[in-house]
């Protein structure tokens, strides 16, 4: 398995090097240095004169944009989210106060208990360039940006397959819910990208075979597909309906709230935390329109499949080889000119609520692990 997370902090943004111990060297008093006997030196002994560098920078930060920063810093006390305390502890340097204030403040709203499922990092930035050199960012405007660094890994094919024998519909009801919430605010690993990773190979073996064909190196298209394994395009329970078929959520959840007090009434409740907290709304006026700015959509914050190395898994595993040979946008990202208290408010409303669906994400993540270990201890034989 593939970037599965184990305990990464959520926001780890430092701009200044760790400042390095310098030990004294211990110089010799030249009256005190004495040539061996018998040996003549060309030069008279001297002590050794080192600079002192004490007091002197380990790092320059230059920013185009500082009144932006200072701007950013005031928004972020008036709106409570930072402090004097943490100025002091920043140095007055506001690259490190903004990011040292923001990731104290997302722990209210369950950052620690991400971290140890998810990881993530916090980019604060001035400018997003375009192909041609142009910053999609007005003048004034910061970028606010959370990247995936590591992913999050949940295993539920054991609980659709409980959820649908308790009723009919249910396992269906059950995963579109949790896609459908969770596509609002992050980006998943699941059964949809390992068909696209399939149809993909089975595209490409087509063609090689029909080269075969072409070039002599066999008789039939048939006989030349034959030399290649093909991964199995079921990914998905035969009861799990494909996401481009009809689907009602309403009807999805009056479904699950019906069941919500049975035998997986505990993970049919812990899916509408999750629904619930991705309500929030995204507000327009600090969306960021990339164009183009990066090669690639968001890295997968989580991946979600049915069983240990199954085929989502495995085009996970071997499509995550090449995830960083390109540029990904970012999974969160939010403009916003610190001066205007709206646009403020609404870039941490949608940090907020980012938190929340990763939080109720992880508390699953960590109840269906806590589940399957459990079982795996009843289910190993006791040595006599």
């Keep these: ?198 149809e993909f190979e089975r595209e490409c073996t087509q063609e090689e075979a029909e080269y075969a064909v072409q070039t002599g190196a066999a008789d039939t298209v048939e006989q030349a597909l034959s030399q290649f394994e093909l991964r199995s395009d079921e990914v998905l329970p035969s009861y799990i309906a494909p996401l481009d078929s009809k689907f009602s959520l309403p009807k999805a959840l009056a479904l699950l709230s019906a069941h919500k007090r049975g035998r997986n009434g505990r993970w049919i409740s812990q899916l509408l935390q999750i629904h619930e907290a991705a309500r929030g709304k995204r507000h327009r006026d600090v969306t960021v329109d990339f164009r183009n700015a990066y090669d690639d959509g968001p890295l997968p914050c989580a991946v979600i499949v049915m069983q240990q190395n199954d085929g989502i898994e495995a085009t996970f595993d071997d499509s995550s080889q090449h995830f960083y040979e390109v540029e990904h946008e970012p999974v969160l990202s939010v403009r916003v000119d610190p001066r205007n208290p709206r646009q403020m408010k609404h870039a941490l409303a949608a940090l907020r609520t980012f938190v929340q669906v990763n939080y109720e994400l992880s508390i699953l993540i960590r109840d269906v692990n806590q589940h399957l270990e459990k079982e795996t201890r009843e289910r190993t034989p006791r040595p006599r």
Excluded at 147 to 172: D, T
Aim: include cysteine; glycine fraction near 6%.
């Design 1 to 198: 398995m593939q970037n599965v997370n184990r305990n990464v902090l959520p926001a780890r943004v430092s701009r200044k090097s760790p400042q390095p111990r310098f030990q004294r060297s211990r110089i010799a008093n030249p009256a005190t240095v004495v040539n061996p006997p018998g040996v003549d030196l060309l030069a008279p002994t001297a002590a050794l004169q080192l600079p002192s560098l004490a007091g002197v920078p380990t790092s320059y930060s230059h920013r185009t944009e500082s009144q932006a920063l200072y701007a950013l810093c005031r928004a972020l006390v008036t709106e409570g989210v930072g402090d004097g305390e943490l100025w002091q502890t920043a140095k007055a340097d506001p690259y490190s106060f903004a990011a040292a204030s923001i990731t104290k403040w997302i722990t209210q709203f369950g950052s620690d208990t991400v971290a140890e499922h998810i990881g993530y990092d916090l980019l604060i930035a001035d400018r997003i360039d375009i192909y041609g050199g142009d910053s999609i960012l007005d003048e004034g405007e910061l970028f606010l940006a959370v990247e995936c660094n590591c992913s999050g890994y949940l295993q539920i094919g054991w609980m659709l397959a409980a959820l649908e024998s308790e009723a009919a519909g249910l396992a269906n009801a059950f995963y579109r819910t949790l896609m459908v919430s969770l596509y609002r605010w992050i980006c998943t690993w699941d059964h949809s990208n390992a068909e696209r990773v399939i």
